[in-house]
Every structure is written in C-alpha cells, then in structure tokens.
C-alpha cells in the first residue's frame, strides 16, 4: 500500500545473518519484500526455539516448520514453502551442501480465477447506473466519485491501490497526464490519459468546486467526507462497485460478481483488441503496454493477456488477411473405380 513503511524483521536464529543478507539484497533489488520477510522472520523463530531439535536448516527441520503451517490454505503454504526454497537457493550460493527443499513435495497450485472481460457496452451501462447512487453526508460525490473510479480502471488497468493513492496534485491538466507514485517494486510512472478521460476528470473537479469541497493538491481523488476527508478504502469502493454489478447484471460465467482487478484485465485485452483492429504490430507494442501497466518487462504482462473470443477471431482473421494465400485445402483423393 502506498505510504505504509517498511517491515523491519528481527532475527535470532544462527542463520540470522544470512536471513538478514538475503531480505537487505531483495529491497535493493527494489522489492518491497515485506511478505517473504514475515515467512522468514517466522522459520528463524521456529530454528531458534527448536535449537537442540534442529542445529540447522534441513530437511527434518523444513518438515517440522511446515507442519506449523497446516491450518492455513494449502495455496498459502506452497508460497511460503517457496520463500523458503528462494532463500535456500540464496544460500548456496556460498554453501554448496545446504539444504534445498524439493518443489515437487510441495502442495499444488490452485487453479487461478478466470478474470472477467468487461465490453464497453457494460461499463457504459456501469456508467449510466453510477448517478443513480445516493448521496450522503460521508460522500456527498458519491456519484461523481464512483463513475470517475469506472472510467480510471477500465481506461487506464492501473490498480486498486493505485487509483486510491491518486490525489488531485497527481492530475496535469496541461501535459493530460496522472502520476502513480512509488505503487509495486517503489516504481512511479507518468500515464498519459486521452481527451475524453481528461474531460471526465474535469467534469468530477467542476463538481468539487460547485459544492466547494477541497481541492488542494493532497486531496484524494477517490474522495469521502469522513474523518475530514480521505481516500476511499478498498472495501468501501467494492461495496459500491458491486452495487452497480447487481444492478446492470454483469456476473461471470459462474454466476459471481466480478473483481475490480478484472478492470486492468479487461485494459489489457481490450488494448490488443484495438491493435489487431488498427492492424498495428502487436510484438512491438507491448513493451509500451507493459510500462503503462507499470511492469518491468512484457514476461508479466502475458499474465493479463487472455485469448478470449474477440481476440481469437481478431488474431484468426489478420492471419487469414496475410497468410491465407499459402495456406490451400488438400486436394481430395478421386475415387477409383472398380
């Protein structure tokens, strides 16, 4: 989350200086590493505590501290475990004979969600319903501030915590540009936004100012009243986000709502739409998609590139515009005659 300090782990154990190498080179790395920092602050208690049991980190022992970790999901265990493999890897690099977990004993992986692909059609209907919600003292823009919350994550696939760290000194009416500030890995970005975004921006501080609401440059853009003015949290913008899901319908295949992460999916997969559309060349394009996504290379992008109907029939028929010249049906065997 944006502003939140770092965590600071403290270990005890003998592989305390070792720990404490491996978590300082992956911050310089720029990771947060705050997670992997906590499981690792958690095995150095278990090798302090269990001493005699375990003078060192190995199989026995690896066993023993995974067994503390039953009751959570089996999902969270495999991370876990592999934080631990990733720090054993780091390991030998100076001790050749340490122990390293073997991966193919740990639990599987589940099955990732499958995101939900918003058309244009139905965040327009999102829009449309977003002014039926009701004002109240907490959020007297709660309209305004939910619509803009729509047309940002569909229009720009930034991230939830990214558009609830936006303040309105982050917007430059001049350059139509938002700033995301030090969000995944410390990284900022510029986005550039187009016309019609910037209009809608301008439309939501048209409202501040008619209802002479604070508009400083540390004011959130995603806005409420309480305690004096703050962000909205990620709960409250679900709260309303599922209220218009609901209400225009829009469910997945399984019949649940959909996620706000399924906004920067939908970003993603919508851009190559219009790429393929243009005729623009896609290979050399991602790059850009990746550093608008704010990632470091195309590798993490695949992740958000789903090949849904749209985009296979898009891909099929600029193959078939290309190439369908070369590629001719077999000519069928005659049949001999008796």
Known sequence: MIGLSLFTPAFSSHLAPVFARYVDLKRALGRRFDLPARTLQNLDRFLHDRKPDYPDLNAAAFQAWCRTHEHVASGVRRVRMLEVRAFCLYRRRTEPQCFVPDIAFFPAYHQRLQPYIFSEAEVASLLSAASSLQRHPSSPLCPEVIRLAIVLLFTTGMRRGELLGLTLGDYNRREATLRIRETKFYKSRLLPINSGIAAEVELYLSARNRRRLPVVPDTAFIWN???GGRAYTGTGLRHYLQELLQQ??????????????????SFAVNALLRWYHSGA???AKLPLLATYLGHGSPVSTHHYLHFVGPLRTAASQRFARCYGQLVAPLPRPERQRG
Do not use: M, Y
């Open 281 to 283: 060349d896609v290979d």
């Open 225 to 227: 009243a309480t305690r």
């Open 248 to 265: 225009c319908k829009i469910v997945t295949s399984k019949g649940t709502l959909p996620r706000i992460h399924d906004f920067r999916h």
